[in-house]
């Protein structure tokens, strides 16, 4: 049965590089709508599409993430999987579509909503900053603290896979993956026109391409400020994602009896049971990714 990829802001749907991946559904935040339409709505996308995985940003306001769990409830529904997500806006973007992009293949609901879990290792995620001051994502020392009150001052904090916060000013860039990425690049207002990411981040990351996209509007929530150039590199080829999820083992959830990947279902929440051997979904399959440039 097919499942429909959400999100929870029209700027978390970027473009997608061919003409097979689908769009995803956007859910409106409380004030923004009714919570009957929502539940209407969200009801009549269950019936289109059987299943719904809907993504956000771990920042995401508190009451909407209790609009979403909310019309989960109102609807009695286990095909519902809420799936919040410890990366920047722009990267939960970039998940998404990866999600979308394998919505159209063979793998079950349970497998690609677990997915989500697994694929959020390989995206290499961060930002230059104008300023760290009410940056919580990474250790900000005093040196940076006081360095960011300077004019001129930028920064670049690497926040997935390893934290890492460091200066700009000189021709240095963080480690970045060994497969192939493409890279997407979001500037907010106060950063346009600096060009670091694109003049030494990518080719230090030897990616494979580099997209613009809007910034997010809850990027500034993420980074504590909007004064920011947003990043993220993932892998753009369906075929090695598909790989890639397929060489996790499958098991069967004991509660709602879906697919799952992993060590706990992404619709009902239900644990694997130890006698299981349930795993976590670190990253095991990385030395057999395509390398950058190849």
């Not at 935040?29 to 995985?53: F, K, N, R, S």
């Not at 500034?220 to 397929?246: K, N």
């Amino acid at each position: 049965m097919p499942i429909a990829i959400a999100v929870t802001s029209p700027d978390l749907v970027l473009p997608p590089a061919d003409g097979q991946t689908p769009d995803a559904a956007v859910f409106q935040p409380p004030e923004a709508q009714p919570l009957d339409t929502a539940v209407t709505q969200t009801a009549i996308l269950l019936d289109q599409c059987g299943y719904v995985a809907a993504l956000y940003p771990d920042s995401l306001p508190a009451p909407y993430v209790r609009r979403l769990r909310t019309v989960r409830s109102v609807l009695e529904s286990d095909r519902i999987a809420l799936l919040p997500v410890a990366l920047p806006p722009l990267a939960v973007a970039v998940l998404a579509r990866q999600l979308r992009q394998l919505s159209v293949s063979d793998l079950s609901p349970g497998v690609l909503a677990s997915a989500a879990r697994l694929l959020a290792h390989y995206v290499y995620a961060g930002a230059q900053l104008a300023s760290v001051a009410r940056l919580d994502r990474v250790d900000v020392g005093l040196g940076a603290y006081l360095g960011s009150l300077l004019p001129g001052a930028r920064f670049a904090a690497l926040v997935n896979p390893v934290p890492r916060l460091m200066s700009t000013a000189g021709d240095e860039a963080p480690d970045g993956p060994g497969f192939g990425t493409r890279l997407t690049v979001a500037r907010g207002r106060a950063l346009r026109g600096d060009d670091w990411v694109v003049d030494t981040l990518a080719p230090h990351w030897r990616v494979q391409g580099v997209q613009e996209a809007a910034l997010p509007a809850e990027s500034a929530r993420w980074w504590g400020t909007q004064r920011a150039v947003e990043f993220a590199a993932a892998i753009p080829d369906p075929s090695v994602l598909y790989q890639l999820v397929s060489s996790v083992r499958r098991e069967e959830c004991h509660w709602c009896g879906l697919e799952l990947i992993g060590d706990r279902c992404a619709f009902c929440a239900g644990p694997l049971p130890r006698a299981a051997g349930g795993h976590t979904l670190d990253p095991p399959a990385r030395q057999r990714l395509t390398p950058a440039g190849g």
